[in-house]
Structures are given as C-alpha cells and as structure tokens.
C-alpha cells in the first residue's frame, strides 16, 4: 500500500494499493454522518465491475444510489451535469451525503463539478480507474464540464475528501487508454523526477509509478494551489501537445498529443542549447517504448497558427515549459517568434 498526503487548501489522502476497492464499503463506513452516497461511473465501468461494486457497497451501512452516464468525453456536458444535479434533487440527496466518483477523468471531472455545486457543495470521493485519472485529476481539485465553444471551460476548485486508487483496475483498460496515461507519467519524471524517470523502463511497479507521479503533481500543486505559477510546469508537452490535438480535430488521443508535444519541445530544448543531445536521446526511446506514434503530420506553420489563437498566450508572450534535463524542466518566456522557431527546431 501506498499513501500520499496532500497538503491543499483541504488535506487528504490518496490511498494506493492492489484490491483495494474490496474494502470500499468499509472505507466509506468511516463517514458515519453520511446516509446516502451516490456511486456516479460509466456504463464501461459498470459494465466490467457492476457485480463487483454492488456486493462491496452491500458492506456499507448507508443508502446507496447509482448514477451511470455514457462514456466518452459527449458526458462532460451541461446537459449530463444537470440531469445529475435533479437526480440528487430528486433523491433528497441533502449537504451531509456524498459523491463516489468510479471512473476515468470523464467521470471524475464531472462529478466533482456537481459535488462542487450541488448544494453549494457536498463532499465527493474519487476512485479513479484510469492511469490518468489517478495521476492527474486525483491532484490539484480541478472540476470541469465542456461547453460548445470548448473543452473544461466551465468548472471549479473542489478537492475530493479521498481518492481510493486500486491498481488492479488498471488491467482491464483497454491498451491505448492505459498506454495515454504513460504519457502523463513520463512527463512528470522530466519535469521534476528523474528517479520515476528512470523505472519506466522495463518492469515497473505500477503502485510505484502512481505513487511518485501523484508526489510530482503535488509537490507543484501545493506550493500553487490556484494555478498561476510554478504548478505551469505540468504544461510540458501541453502546449504544442494541443495544437496538434486541434490540428488533427482530435484525431490522436491527449496522450499522443502529449507525447509528440514533449519530443516537439525536447528537440528545440537540444538546437537551443537547453538540453543535451543524449538526454533528448533517452526522452524519445521511453515514449517510443511505449507505443506513441511521434510523426505528427503538421507543419511548424499550421501549428503556430492555432497557437496564436490558444487561451494560454500572454499577450506577445507564451509562457514555454522547456527540459534542461530529465528531472529539471522550467518555465520559459517566449515572445511569439521565438515560439515559432522551436516549432520550427522540434519539428524538422
Ligand atoms: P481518462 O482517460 O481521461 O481518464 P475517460 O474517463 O474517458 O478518460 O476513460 C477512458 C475510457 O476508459 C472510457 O471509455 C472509460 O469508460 C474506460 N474505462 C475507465 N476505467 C476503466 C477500467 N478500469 N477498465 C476498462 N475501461 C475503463
Ligand atoms: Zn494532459
């Protein structure tokens, strides 16, 4: 088992550890004021562990309510968050009872939304199922929904009361869902842990892998809970990662989009004299490695175009996450031009 405190505006414990879930009803016992928790997951999820999930929660002692949505991102939808919201309503779901959020980012986002609202707020626990959703959303409290004009456009800071995380779970995902969530966690070891880094090649230890890229992410969230400083540098490969994911009309995944973003900044890293050849070297064979096609089939030009667009620019600045070495990447202002020149370095 694994443990990871985290220390935000709200403390809690992310819990890691094969079976887990087993335990769930027992966990959730511990809430002794709470009557009803209401289980949001999808119907992928609850396809796979409904039997499972039901026989567990058998073992709470609470009313227990379910909420299935449709997989896929269509979920994160005013449309699903409100339907949610009247089910709860109509439940009597009042401000002492809880949310238990069973599944990938989708769910996860979408319902620590409604936990954030409902009410003006109940608790919500998170049981991610997803390598990037244990290593990514289970930190920093982000809750969002997508509005037609974008993705996560609307959404607040709501940190869950307990993220229950069984990696178990992780063996029934689908290979490229699972190979995505690598490419958050290799990105973590290149911002600032050269330790994880170095284990993701070969035979790694799953609940370590969790455990240390969860330890990244906090360690930057915490010092920047609301977002405006250091907690940037989890933007490596984001910025021309989502370029390229417009581009392709999300034709990759976030993950690819990721993966080729990262080796994109990394080689431009190298022709500026940032970072060592050798270790660009190493960057490339681990996201190799794990599958990622590093092709993108764009231009320097068709990706600066949608940047100058991007909500993140500054003005005549963008603000690059950019290697200087496995373990130590850093925040560097760039005006539009120089932007234009690493794209330019990283893609040829
Ligand atoms: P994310 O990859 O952002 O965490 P999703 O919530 O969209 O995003 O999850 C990705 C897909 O994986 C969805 O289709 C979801 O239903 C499915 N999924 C999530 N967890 C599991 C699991 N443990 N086993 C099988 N499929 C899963
Ligand atoms: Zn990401």
């Given at each position: 088992?694994?443990i990871?405190?985290i220390?935000?505006s ?9 079976g ?6 027992n ?5 002794s004021?709470v009557n ?13 562990y ?13 009313e227990i309510?379910y909420y ?24 009597q779901?009042?401000?002492t009872?809880?949310?238990v959020?069973i599944g990938?980012?989708?769910v ?11 009410l003006?707020?109940?608790?919500f ?18 809750t969002?929904?997508n509005l ?11 940190q869950?009361?307990k ?9 029934t995902?689908?290979k490229d869902i ?14 600032n ?5 170095d ?20 360690r930057?969230v ?8 250091n ?7 984001h ?36 970072l ?11 996201i190799?490695?794990?599958?990622f ?14 940047i100058l ?10 603000t ?8 130590d990447?850093?925040?560097?202002k ?5 932007v234009e ?8």
């Amino acid at each position: 088992m694994q443990i990871v405190d985290i220390n935000c505006s709200k403390k809690y414990q992310i819990i890691i550890e094969k079976g887990i879930i087993d335990n769930l009803g027992n966990i959730l016992n511990d809430y002794s004021d709470v009557n009803k928790f209401c289980i949001i997951t999808d119907s992928n999820v609850s396809g796979i562990y409904n039997e499972k999930i039901k026989g567990i929660m058998s073992k709470c002692n609470a009313e227990i309510i379910y909420y299935t949505i449709e997989p896929g991102e269509t979920s994160k939808s005013g449309e699903v968050y409100l339907k949610i919201m009247e089910f709860l309503a109509k439940n009597q779901f009042t401000r002492t009872d809880m949310l238990v959020a069973i599944g990938g980012g989708v769910v996860g986002d979408l319902t620590g939304f409604v936990a954030s609202t409902y009410l003006r707020g109940v608790d919500f626990v998170q049981v991610p199922t997803t390598i990037l959703a244990a290593v990514d959303s289970s930190v920093g409290g982000k809750t969002a929904i997508n509005l037609k004009s974008g993705k996560n456009l609307a959404g607040t800071f709501h940190q869950p009361v307990k993220v229950i995380c069984d990696s178990d779970m992780f063996d029934t995902l689908p290979k490229d869902i699972r190979r995505d969530g690598f490419a958050e966690v290799i990105k973590y070891g290149i911002v600032n842990d050269k330790e994880l880094f170095d284990k993701l090649s070969g035979n790694i230890d799953i609940e370590y892998v969790i455990k240390k890229s969860v330890l990244a992410k906090a360690r930057l969230v915490e010092e920047d809970e609301f977002d405006n400083g250091n907690r940037r540098l989890l933007n490596l490969g984001h910025t021309f990662g989502h370029a390229i994911e417009i581009a392709a009309e999300y034709k990759y995944s976030h993950g690819e989009a990721v993966a080729m973003g990262i080796v994109i900044v990394s080689k431009a890293a190298v022709a500026e004299g940032f970072l060592a050849k050798k270790e660009y070297d190493k960057i490339r064979k681990l996201i190799q490695t794990y599958g990622f096609n590093l092709e993108p089939e764009f231009t320097a030009e068709r990706l600066y175009e949608i940047i100058l667009l991007d909500k993140k620019r500054e003005g005549e600045n963008i603000t690059l996450v950019v290697p200087f070495g496995i373990g130590d990447s850093r925040l560097v202002k760039l005006t539009l031009e120089e932007v234009e020149n690493y794209l330019i370095e990283g893609l040829n």
